[in-house]
């Protein structure tokens, strides 16, 4: 068997693992848990600055899907461009594809990252429906991947301050700024075992530097900044090998807490 295009299809895979994005969208939401999807989407979409087909509900958990990270380089570097480098094509649904993807700015050509590896196993792939697609996944993570190394803080900066600033404004509510902000920019075609194994789970000292540079920013002395945050969010931070997303779920409790203050 031959690895296959990605042809849309419902099968009892698509319903367990319902992603939802431009179909809560189109279709008319019929009970309050789609209406709460829809709503999640339109406000992820908006803190992120993409169209709402930018964004995939997995487990009503959004996060930013090609398109969307593709909107966001484009805003960035408009005349951005993709280049890509088969390193293993895979021949059969049995094999593991490897791809890599360059950014460059179009007019001059001129590198904007190195080449980023993107790779996808089939034992490895969690949904049914993507069984065969080895060399689409390769490549779509690749390019993700490498529209995050150059432009991914850039985006994270610009969630969290609009995180704020729609909290402020009573456009979004604690537990939305929580969940968007923990999860939105992990790309949705990452969200596999591979990409759990290949994505580092634990925040190291540089991400707990930036919670505390974040926290000196509001006011917080050298040296107290912990004490500081957990003032404003109301409870202790566990610092003991905390996850990336934990961490990010701080920043956003901590921004949403000075902005309402």
């Not at 803080?153 to 456009?171: C, D, G, S, T």
């Not at 006011?219 to 990336?244: C, M, R, S, W, Y």
Request: proline share 3%.
């Amino acid at each position: 068997m031959t690895t296959k295009k990605i042809v849309k299809k419902t099968t009892t895979d698509d319903k367990k693992a319902i992603w939802l994005g431009a179909q809560r969208l189109m279709n008319k939401p019929q009970t309050s848990q789609e209406i709460r999807e829809r709503n999640l989407i339109l406000v992820t979409a908006k803190v992120l600055g993409v169209s709402p087909f930018g964004v995939n509900i997995l487990g009503n958990i959004p996060y930013i899907n090609k398109l969307g990270l593709t909107q966001k380089a484009k805003e960035y570097k408009p005349n951005i461009q993709f280049k890509y480098n088969w390193i293993k094509y895979a021949n059969d649904d049995t094999e593991k594809a490897i791809c890599a993807c360059k950014l460059v700015e179009g007019d001059v050509d001129k590198d904007i990252t190195d080449w980023i590896i993107g790779e996808c196993s089939p034992s490895t792939q969690k949904m049914g429906t993507l069984k065969g697609y080895q060399n689409h996944m390769a490549q779509t993570r690749a390019r993700n991947r490498a529209i995050l190394e150059a432009f991914g803080v850039k985006i994270h900066e610009e969630m969290l301050a609009n995180i704020a600033k729609l909290y402020e404004q009573k456009q979004i509510t604690d537990q939305e700024a929580q969940v968007i902000g923990s999860a939105a920019i992990v790309s949705a075609e990452e969200i596999q075992d591979e990409a759990d194994k290949q994505k580092p789970l634990f925040s190291d000292d540089k991400d707990i530097s930036e919670l505390f540079a974040l926290a000196r920013q509001y006011g917080a002395k050298v040296g107290q900044e912990k004490q500081f945050i957990e003032a404003k969010i109301g409870h202790n931070l566990d610092l003991n090998h905390p996850t990336k997303k934990y961490i990010s779920m701080m920043k956003a409790q901590f921004l949403a807490a000075v902005v309402k203050k």
